[in-house]
């Protein structure tokens, strides 16, 4: 019995996601400026040794929230801060969001595993959303594991 009590504890503390680990803040304006600048500066590999799989707090204006088109391992729903548009012919933006034909939406996407995860966000609201970074594409950031902090 004395050896089956530590690796239960074990097994317990191995399932808690991010115990213990601090959230790096960011506001999603200026994470998306370090992106961009990272890119543009050929530093891509410094932003993802940063960021990439640790537990990120963005706080931003919801652009979208709703059904994930795109990334539906990682999450079925997802809230969406865009920060900047390109011009794009595929007409489709992060998270299914539908643009014109000549606009493609730069940003973050959070990605909830229940529709209810969102529920309390609509457009325009100012949020904290907490998740680990999984993905750092050509012109987005993308979150996993998420959850509303305020």
């Not at 191995?14 to 998306?32: D, K």
């Amino acid at each position: 019995m004395r050896t089956f009590f530590p690796v239960v504890v074990l097994v317990v503390l191995g399932m808690c996601v991010g115990c213990g680990e601090r959230a790096i803040s960011v506001t999603e304006s200026e994470w998306m400026k370090e992106y961009f600048k990272a890119n543009e500066e050929n530093k891509k590999d410094a932003f993802d040794a940063k960021y990439k799989d640790k537990l990120i707090r963005v706080t931003g204006i919801v652009a979208y929230r709703g059904k994930d088109k795109f990334l539906r391992k990682h999450g079925d729903y997802c809230v969406v801060f865009p920060t900047r548009t390109h011009r794009f012919a595929g007409g489709i933006g992060p998270g299914g969001l539908k643009a014109d034909s000549t606009t493609m939406f730069s940003g973050i996407t959070c990605l909830f595993q229940e529709e209810e995860d969102t529920a309390d966000v609509k457009e325009g609201d100012n949020v904290t959303i907490q998740g680990r970074l999984f993905n750092t594409g050509y012109s987005s950031l993308d979150l996993e594991d998420c959850r509303i902090v305020k």
